[in-house]
């Protein structure tokens, strides 16, 4: 299975399928979405609410983050793999985790969550085609396909698995 063409996806997202060492779409979401859980568990308690500056986010707040993106990139494949024609709505993540009342929630309920919205994931980019995996559409007015957007989300998790242990675990 070929890595994503970069001139069909937003130069916006080309650090998230950088970051992908993978070159199968369903293994990267597999393996870098253990290596992710993995992570997670190993967070104290006393670090869940924890920001590493004024104004930036929790790692609460974060999980939730990872959480929704995936929830609507992956909305966004599976319009684009039924030849949806409309332009997607975008999101502003800021908003998003402020709203999300992330810190109200259960670590363990967060946890569950992310596994069954991964396993949804892996399920739907396991049930496309070839020619799925290549529709294309727009989102938030910028063009991206299929398997861009699989790249994207596993990318996506990455990133911020770096933040984390970067910004958060030291």
Known sequence: MPRPDL???GSFF???INQVPQN??????HDLGKDFLSLMESIPADKQDY?????KWTLREAFQHIIDTERILSYRALCFSRKEQQNLPGFDED?????????NRKWKD???EFITIRKATEQLFASFDSEQLESGGIANNNPNYVMGLGFII???CQ???NIIRDRYLK
């Open 95 to 103: 908003s998003y985790a402020a709203h999300s009342k992330a810190g």
């Open 7 to 9: 001139t069909r996806v």
């Open 110 to 112: 967060m946890m569950d």
């Open 154 to 156: 596993a990318g996506h």
């Open 14 to 16: 080309h650090r998230y």
């Open 24 to 29: 199968d779409v369903r293994v990267a979401l």
């Open 51 to 55: 920001s590493y500056a004024p104004g």
């Open 159 to 161: 990133h911020h698995v």
